[in-house]
């Protein structure tokens, strides 16, 4: 199972806080209060989203940290890759140069890059924006009138 850390996840939570409300700065302590993550959290957060240039931070009175981007030009591929690092589903993506003992005999060397591949487009397609968005409701399913007889 592909699973994200906790400060991935958080991560999310605080962009789409900042997204919800873009005008202005925030510092560390609103942005805590109004998600519910602790202070220091969310210090180590924005501090790695403005290293990666997804957040400014401003010093002085009116300081704090705001969105540099619109919701729609932040893709999930640059917030997961912040956190987790580069996709790598298996050792041999693993891109750091760590090679497989098994590679030279393997059946499937290699084939993992089409699964890699595809799971990265997902990624680089789907945008703050899309989580912004309001979660659709279930499809309505019709009770099904044929008969078969």
Known sequence: MLRLSRMTDYAVVVLHHMARQPLGNRNT??????????????????HRLTEVGIVTAERGRYGGYRLDRTPDNVRLSDVLAAFEGELALT???????????????????????VVSAAIRRVL??????????????????????????
């Open 91 to 113: 050792d041999c993506l693993d891109t750091g140069g760590n090679t497989c003992e098994h590679e030279s005999h393997c059946a499937i060397a290699g084939r993992w890059n």
């Open 29 to 46: 302590a609103d942005v805590a209060l109004a998600t519910g993550l602790p202070a220091p959290t969310v210090s180590k957060l924005l």
């Open 124 to 149: 680089d397609d789907l945008t703050l924006a899309d989580v912004l968005e309001p979660a659709l409701p279930p499809m309505a399913v019709a009770p099904d009138t044929s008969l078969n007889a």
